[in-house]
């Protein structure tokens, strides 16, 4: 007897959630990454047009 479709099935799919969640869990919060500028008005860090 082998193994079923469906314990390969959710094998798959746990071993993929498992990967988000452990990707999810190490990612830096989006506070760290975004730095902090007086000058920026967009949030990615774009300079004013009036700064230019």
């Given at each position: 007897?082998?193994i079923s479709?469906r314990?390969?099935?959710?094998?798959?799919?746990?071993?993929?959630?498992?990967?988000?969640?452990?990707?999810h869990?190490?990612s830096?919060p989006?506070?760290?990454?975004?730095?902090?500028?007086?000058?920026?008005c967009?949030?990615c860090?774009?300079?004013?047009p009036?700064?230019r």
């Open positions: 007897m082998g479709a314990k390969i099935l959710f094998a798959f799919l746990l071993s993929g959630l498992s990967l988000i969640a452990i990707d869990l190490a830096p989006l506070s760290a990454v975004a730095s902090v500028d007086e000058n920026a967009a949030p860090g774009a300079p004013c009036s700064t």
